[in-house]
């Protein structure tokens, strides 16, 4: 023994070392708690697989961001990171959040609790904070107000003049990178909760963007609207692709949801075609703005440069040979979101946003780059392009890319779990601290088996009458998958219950049964004109038929 | 049999005796190659624990140990070879890309270059150290060829260079081949003498 010990030193020493120091960096391995089974019932098969499914940690992700939605003030920001130098994204947090749960919303379409549909309300409310109520940390305050915007009053088609067209205001038709995701987040929110609480305000903005496209803002019909491009600005002066991609994908699910015909009466005809062919880079993918008027003591960039003119496209920052600006999260968010109504447009341009934009950094890894035109810079533009283009890719299906890119943005990070197991995040706070909810949200986002593109059709009306869950014990539970099959008239449930806890569910026309594993739980016991079934502390392949 | 012993036996053999042993040897190699390339990639695909501290990464990275213990046992050439189609491979079976035209792969295979250039006695501690040495010393100098392909022929930022590829990946690469290359050359020693046993 001793002979052996002496002759293996070195060995011996790494082993323990290495044993050592792979026990203290024991960590950040996914976590798959859910079981995908297949069931025969009265000769009826379910294979769980088949069926939409969302993983514990993004279950663990949304407990993460609902705790700071719901479980504060409106006007609060607490645990958000949210530093001054932050304050005019804090409403695209708000938005892209709301946007990214939709998605998880969707995937267990018959889990209706109260846990979603407060979330969803509660992000709506925080994203219409006032400086009247909620004075400095209102979103008008944050998106509008703040001294380093002082967006108060402008006029068309000279911001100073008075005697023009009024369009200021932060509900106004100079502000739509604020309405427009408003009256989107309203619009999800009726598509997936359908309460017709929103419908009037949502229904007011979709009007309101008509007058703006097809008058000129005096009751008077023009081609081009107000702005003459068929788009609507924000910043006040300035029109862009990802923010027009918003209201006009808002157009079409309104459309959608209540049979009216905004999009198809031509509202953002002008617009889709000024952005096709007027707001293009020398690759035919969308450049980053287009000035429709000259802004408040503007300053020309340096005197070598070419003078930015006005009306006429944002130039380069990089190489100002008159060149357009370009982002990548320009792209990648425009082309997700346009998808729906320009199909053929974002199939044809992904690859080559890919060719420009996208840098390898090693097998597992890429990113992309803000500006194809700075290649060598690195910033919070460069990690936002890389967020939106996770959407994008597995939009495309391009799931290899999709996991290159998630490798970039989320490898650099611990996952951290609260103590009871319930919330998890990446803790970014030794890079930005602002990340860590956007990489929350965006994480689900990456992941969840539902795209934006799906979100854009209205569920259809006998949807509202399939079973579902309408109550639950949701701090106790964990819901994977939760869907109503409707060609087999049964009710699919992937839970997992940490504590005892009871579901209630609505729309059965008759006594339900529950079976796991093939076999009977028995019938869910009626309370009113709802069943309820409970469960004990354990993870179930349900089939409630 | 000493490696100098074998070469004056192979000089005394006749040349279809030679000709059948440098066969035998390239179809070693060639095993080699293939099998720690495969081994290299099923690695790399099974997700390894770690944690972060400041934005650096501390785990093992196992596969990296594969292209120095088949360097330090069949060569240079297969040490190159691994490293070489290890990355390449993993690129194309789990993620289907060639980056930069397979010159980070090259890199990689530089590390099983300089592992390989020396002799090692897998059952004695000092060349076990030797090996984790130079591992260490291949390793880095990858990383560093990494990082020069991709500021001047990837053209990523400097910040992503540094920050996200230099110190990341030596973080984790380090810590694994001073610890599990002289681990995992002396458990290949001894699977290899049992075998022969």
């Not at chain 1, 969803?120 to 909620?134: C, G, H, P, Q, R």
């Not at chain 1, 005809?269 to 980053?288: K, R, S, T």
């Not at chain 1, 979100?455 to 539970?477: K, M």
Request: proline share 4%; net charge negative.
């Amino acid at each position: 023994m001793r002979f052996a010990v002496r002759n293996n030193k070195l060995f011996i020493a790494a082993l323990v070392l290495g044993v050592v120091f792979g026990g203290m960096t024991f960590g950040n391995l996914p976590v798959t708690q859910y079981t995908l089974s297949v069931q025969t019932i009265d000769g009826e098969t379910f294979n769980f697989a088949d069926y939409p499914v969302l993983t514990h940690e993004e279950l663990a992700l949304f407990n993460y961001i609902n705790e700071l939605v719901t479980g504060q003030g409106y006007g609060s920001w607490e645990g958000w990171n949210a530093g001054e130098a932050f304050h005019g994204l804090l409403h695209y947090v708000l938005a892209f959040m709301a946007y990214a749960t939709a998605e998880v919303f969707e995937t267990t379409s018959g889990y209706r609790s109260d846990l979603y549909q407060n979330f969803a309300y509660s992000l709506i409310k925080k994203m219409n904070t006032t400086v009247e109520v909620y004075n400095t940390t209102s979103i008008q305050y944050t998106e509008w107000m703040h001294p380093s915007y002082n967006f108060v009053d402008y006029y068309w088609p000279e911001a100073g003049n008075a005697s023009g067209l009024y369009v200021g205001g932060f509900r106004g038709p100079a502000n739509i990178m604020w309405t427009a995701h408003y009256a989107l987040m309203m619009a999800l929110y009726e598509r997936n909760f359908w309460t017709g609480e929103m419908n009037d305000e949502l229904s007011w903005f979709v009007s309101d963007w008509n007058n703006t496209l097809t008058t000129d803002g005096y009751g008077n019909s023009k081609d081009g609207g107000i702005f003459n491009c068929g788009l609507i600005p924000c910043e006040p002066y300035i029109v862009f692709v990802q923010c027009n991609s918003i209201p006009i994908y808002c157009t079409v699910l309104y459309d959608n949801m209540f049979g009216s015909g905004y999009f198809e009466s031509g509202m953002w005809d002008e617009g889709l075609d000024f952005i096709n062919n007027d707001m293009q880079d020398q690759y035919g993918l969308f450049a980053d703005g287009y000035y429709v008027m000259e802004p408040f003591n503007y300053t020309q960039p340096l005197p070598e440069a070419l003078p930015q003119t006005f009306p006429g496209l944002s130039l380069d920052r990089y190489i100002r040979d008159g060149r357009p600006k370009v982002s990548s999260y320009c792209n990648a968010w425009s082309e997700t979101f346009l998808e729906y109504v320009q199909e053929n447009e974002t199939k044809h341009d992904y690859p080559i946003f890919m060719e420009q934009f996208a840098r390898d950094v090693a097998n597992d890894q890429m990113y992309m780059m803000d500006s194809y035109n700075n290649p060598s810079g690195f910033g919070v533009y460069d990690m936002l392009g890389t967020l939106f283009t996770m959407a994008l890719a597995k939009q495309q299906g391009d799931f290899a890319t999709l996991a290159r890119l998630v490798n970039f943005l989320y490898e650099p990070y611990n996952r951290v779990w609260s103590a009871d197991g319930r919330q998890m995040y990446f803790d970014t706070s030794s890079f930005v601290g602002f990340l860590q909810v956007p990489l929350a949200f965006g994480y689900l986002w990456a992941h969840a088996p539902v795209n934006i593109r799906d979100l854009a059709d209205s569920r259809p009306s006998a949807f509202w009458n399939y079973p579902y869950i309408s109550q639950a014990d949701d701090d106790g539970i964990w819901v994977y998958q939760a869907v109503w099959d409707n060609e087999k008239n049964a009710f699919i449930l992937n839970v997992r219950a940490d504590t005892a806890a009871t579901l209630t569910f609505s729309n059965f026309d008759h006594v339900p049964t529950a079976y796991a594993g093939g076999v009977s739980l028995g019938a869910l016991e009626q309370v009113g004109a709802q069943y309820t079934l409970t469960l004990s502390p354990g993870t179930y392949n349900i089939v409630i038929v | 049999m000493n490696e100098q012993e074998s070469t004056k036996v192979l000089a005394e053999k006749s040349p279809e005796q030679q000709t059948s042993r440098n066969r035998s040897q390239i179809t070693v190699l060639i095993a080699y190659v293939v099998l720690g390339a495969l081994l290299f990639v099923v690695l790399e695909m099974i997700p390894m624990p770690y944690i972060v501290v400041s934005l650096f990464p501390l785990g093992f990275r196992p596969a990296i140990v594969v292209i120095a213990v088949v360097a330090a046992k069949r060569g240079p050439i297969a040490g190159f070879l691994v490293g070489y189609l290890g990355v390449v491979l993993e690129g194309l079976l789990i993620y289907g890309v060639v980056v930069t035209w397979t010159l980070p792969a090259v890199a990689y295979g530089v590390m099983g270059l300089i592992v390989g250039l020396a002799h090692y006695d897998l059952t004695r501690g000092r060349s076990l150290g030797k090996l984790a040495v130079l591992s260490v010393i291949g390793f880095v100098i990858t990383i560093l060829l990494s990082v020069v392909i991709g500021l001047f022929v990837e053209h990523y930022g400097t910040m992503v260079a540094i920050g996200l590829v230099l110190l990341p990946v030596l973080t984790m690469g380090l810590f694994t081949l001073m610890f599990l290359t002289p681990v995992v050359g002396r458990l290949w020693q001894l699977v290899i003498d049992s075998v022969k046993r």
